[in-house]
């Protein structure tokens, strides 16, 4: 009789440990912020003037780490160029940092027009990424923050456009 009542007493123990842990668990916790120094982090653009991630403030912003010998990120940016004139209207910036050479990055966008803002990334551009879970510092990279930094979202290798529709579409909701 000892056995029965001891082994129904783990069992509501255990049972009121679960549910007090996915109590606990489903608290909401903030979003992680951006590496530090991502928002002022500053880059030429295809002119080769010097830009900043921090001058969208009050945006939503949508940055893709790419390169034009990167086949995935060729393979995406029709999707991107399409996708962005409804998204900037919503309060959603498209950002590209490009990830080779001045002359090759401005020469793939001269066959290949991109409607949003470029940047150049550096050699050391894609170690701020390692914080985001880019550990291989791999492209193409998909990062979106929020109007304070926070990360909302984070895709690495190619982008599914169902998948990013539905994580701006989350986003575009609450502008």
Request: glycine content about 8%; proline content about 11%; overall charge positive.
């Given at each position: 009789?000892?056995?029965?009542?001891?082994?129904?007493?783990?069992?509501?123990?255990?049972?009121?440990?679960?549910?007090?842990?996915?109590?606990?668990?489903q608290e909401p916790t903030p979003p992680p912020v951006a590496p530090p120094g991502f928002s002022?982090?500053?880059?030429?653009?295809?002119?080769?003037?010097?830009?900043?991630?921090?001058?969208?403030?009050?945006?939503?912003?949508?940055?893709?780490?790419?390169?034009?010998?990167?086949?995935?990120?060729?393979?995406?940016?029709?999707?991107?160029?399409?996708?962005?004139?409804?998204?900037?209207?919503?309060?959603?910036?498209?950002?590209?940092?490009?990830?080779?050479?001045?002359?090759?990055?401005?020469?793939?966008?001269?066959?290949?027009?991109l409607p949003y803002p470029n940047l150049i990334g550096q050699d050391d551009t894609l170690t701020?990424?390692?914080?985001?879970?880019?550990?291989?510092?791999g492209l193409p990279m998909t990062v979106l923050l929020g109007p304070r930094d926070q990360v909302?979202?984070?895709?690495?290798?190619?982008?599914?456009?169902?998948?990013?529709?539905?994580?701006?579409?989350?986003?575009?909701?609450?502008?």
């Amino acid at each position: 009789m000892n056995g029965k009542l001891w082994k129904g007493g783990v069992i509501v123990a255990t049972t009121l440990l679960l549910a007090f842990g996915f109590h606990f668990r489903q608290e909401p916790t903030p979003p992680p912020v951006a590496p530090p120094g991502f928002s002022r982090l500053t880059l030429p653009d295809l002119q080769g003037t010097p830009q900043s991630l921090g001058q969208w403030p009050q945006r939503y912003r949508l940055i893709n780490f790419w390169a034009p010998w990167c086949t995935p990120c060729r393979a995406e940016l029709p999707m991107l160029t399409r996708l962005y004139p409804q998204w900037s209207v919503r309060n959603v910036q498209f950002i590209g940092i490009a990830m080779d050479s001045p002359e090759s990055v401005n020469a793939f966008v001269k066959t290949h027009p991109l409607p949003y803002p470029n940047l150049i990334g550096q050699d050391d551009t894609l170690t701020l990424t390692r914080n985001l879970g880019n550990a291989q510092q791999g492209l193409p990279m998909t990062v979106l923050l929020g109007p304070r930094d926070q990360v909302i979202w984070v895709k690495l290798g190619r982008l599914d456009e169902a998948e990013l529709t539905r994580e701006l579409a989350r986003v575009g909701t609450e502008n």
